[in-house]
């Protein structure tokens, strides 16, 4: 007869198994790899092309945001939908509606300076989260241009930051 898992003494699903911690450690750092490679491949063939290949999805344009690791100092390139404000950009720390913050957004909180790459032009700009005014003024002109964003905030109980970008001199 067919035994469930909970009571297979031969089940890798067992709490006499150490190695299943283990296994699902390695699983998540392959994954973690695996991402940011098609990040990378992603930021690259941006760059490459200079926007022309990679840089929109659907209507919303792409930007590559480079910040600095609040942990390891190295830069990070991320390629994020973004929005026109002012004579800036905005973008959302939505993590598809995840419960956490992206480590992009974390990094940007530690170290504000970053750079923000359009169609092949890298600009200089400072980060800041956008007050609970602007963002009630910005978030419908989101939603209106790329509305996943709506659904995104209903998935999670955190608040997503919207991002401004404000060009900065060097």
């Not at 998540?28 to 490679?37: D, E, K």
Request: proline residues 8%; aromatic residues 4%.
């Amino acid at each position: 007869p067919l035994q469930s898992a909970a009571r297979s003494p031969s089940s890798p699903v067992s709490a006499e198994n150490p190695s299943i911690p283990r296994i699902l450690a390695d699983m998540t750092s392959a994954m973690s790899r695996i991402i940011r490679a098609f990040t990378d491949t992603h930021v690259a063939l941006i760059r490459v092309t200079h926007g022309r290949v990679g840089a929109r999805m659907g209507s919303t344009r792409l930007c590559i945001l480079t910040t600095t690791g609040s942990k390891s100092g190295v830069e990070r390139h991320n390629p994020l939908a973004s929005f026109p404000h002012d004579d800036g950009l905005v973008v959302i720390a939505s993590a598809g509606g995840s419960d956490e913050h992206p480590a992009w957004y974390r990094n940007l909180v530690a170290n504000p300076l970053v750079r923000v790459e359009v169609d092949g032009v890298d600009r200089p700009m400072t980060a800041r989260t956008a007050s609970d005014e602007e963002k009630a003024q910005i978030w419908p002109r989101v939603i209106a241009t790329a509305k996943n964003f709506e659904g995104y905030q209903t998935k999670t109980s955190r608040n997503i930051p919207v991002v401004i970008l404000e060009p900065r001199q060097i």
